[in-house]
């Protein structure tokens, strides 16, 4: 056994654990995957993905083959690693406040294995300051607390990393130095940082992305409002005009990430962040917008609506969050018929995309997959094509 190239990352078999490992792997270090869901280790260790990630198959078999990668739920595996990398879920509560009480709580369970030597990295998402708090935890058993926060796409870790310039920040200069060592292993460019500043580049670089969205949603609303097309408006508007041509489509702006940092930060600064709680508002009411627009043309008890689409973006099966999900709930409590499809995403409920624009009266194209392009609609049906993908 090497302590120096061992490596266990905490919440492993998750989206950012898990292609991680397996990035870190393929450059020669030993990975342990550790993870409580036990569902996911089974799949993982048995050469299987646990979900969409571009090239991220054939990795996973050969790093089991060379014997450099496994997964377990076994958390005192963590003794035998150098590097222990922490990349769980940091969820917000129902309040839209950062939940830190699970996320602090692990710290508390992994003090008990560290040791003086170990390299401990936040890879997750963090409420500003919570790293302060942390390493107040751990600090008598171990001082190398860093922080470098994921800022991949989700699905494209592997293509991505190394392209990247990867922040690192820390607590001692030990664990800044070892860690920024780790990362030009699989990273071009290293950014050193202080860790609140890495804290609020991770927090404001996602909410600026969820603001700017929220932009052309507003506008898609006020293009519907005056039965115009906000994709044609948006074409006209970046037409050899180079100030608009970083506009955003307009669409289901959800995931796990965007909303949920936006609210961290927002809390971070007591709840005075008006631009995020606008962008919220407006992002997350595009289902109930959408439906209001067709009962003001339909009873739609009299419909079938068929929702093309449940996963929070093109070409995943991650429904986490998604704003597919919220409009079906909406409209099955509106007790309208709903027929529901997916690409990727697997379901019973599910039909074919052919089936299910033949037997919907009303088409809500909720996620924009590539396949979606070429669909033929028949002109006595109702599209809402929220994305453009198929307007024309
Ligand atoms: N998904 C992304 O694209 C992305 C990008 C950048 C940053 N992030 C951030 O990274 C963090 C993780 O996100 P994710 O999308 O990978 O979440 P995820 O839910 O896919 O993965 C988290 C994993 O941690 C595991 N886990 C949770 N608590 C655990 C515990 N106590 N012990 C062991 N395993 C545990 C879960 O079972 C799960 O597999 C979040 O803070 C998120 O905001 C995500």
């Not at 990795?59 to 060379?66: F, Q």
């Not at 309208?336 to 690409?343: A, G, M, W």
């Not at 037997?359 to 033929?376: E, F, M, N």
């Amino acid at each position: 056994m090497n302590f120096k190239r061992n490596i266990s990352i905490i919440g492993g078999a998750g989206h950012v654990g898990f292609p991680l490992g397996l990035v870190l792997s393929s450059k020669g270090f030993k990975v342990s995957l550790i993870d409580k869901d036990k569902t996911n280790i089974k799949k993982i260790n048995n050469g299987q993905i646990p979900f969409l990630e571009e090239n991220s198959e054939k990795l996973l078999n050969s790093m089991i083959r060379k014997k450099r990668i496994h997964a377990t739920d076994q958390l005192n595996e963590i003794l035998k690693s150098k590097y222990i990398v922490v990349c769980i879920g940091t969820p917000i509560t129902t309040q839209l406040n950062p939940n830190l009480k699970t996320f602090i709580n692990f710290f508390h369970q992994l003090k008990k294995f560290l040791k003086k030597n170990q390299i401990v990295i936040i890879r997750s998402s963090i409420y500003p300051g919570i790293c302060d708090k942390i390493y107040k935890i751990i600090k008598k058993k171990c001082k190398n607390l860093s922080y470098c926060p994921e800022r991949i796409v989700q699905g494209k870790l592997i293509l991505e990393l190394p392209d990247l310039p990867q922040l690192v920040s820390g607590k001692s200069k030990k664990a800044i130095l070892e860690s920024g060592k780790l990362f030009k292993k699989i990273c071009k460019k290293i950014i050193y940082t202080k860790v609140i500043e890495a804290e609020l580049v991770k927090l404001f670089s996602n909410a600026y992305r969820y603001i700017n969205f929220a932009i052309s949603n507003q506008f898609y609303m006020i293009c519907q409002n005056q039965n115009l097309n906000f994709s044609k408006i948006r074409n006209i508007m970046r037409e050899g005009y180079m100030r608009n041509a970083d506009i955003p489509i307009s669409g289901f702006t959800a995931g796990p990430c965007l909303l949920k940092d936006t609210m961290q930060l927002s809390s971070f600064y007591s709840h005075k962040f008006l631009l995020g709680h606008s962008a919220m508002h407006i992002n997350e009411g595009i289902p109930k917008f959408i439906i209001n627009k067709l009962e003001n043309k339909f009873n739609l008890k009299k419909k079938t609506v068929g929702v093309l689409g449940l996963t929070f973006k093109a070409e995943t099966d991650d429904i986490r969050d998604s704003l597919s999900i919220k409009l079906l709930k909406l409209l099955r409590l509106r007790r309208v018929k709903t027929l529901q499809s997916d690409e990727f995403y697997k379901s019973k409920k599910n039909i074919s995309k052919k089936d299910l624009v033949e037997k919907s009266d009303i088409i809500i194209l909720a996620t924009p997959h590539k396949a979606y392009k070429k669909l033929k609609i028949r002109k006595n049906k109702t599209l809402v094509d929220i994305w453009g993908l198929i307007d024309s």
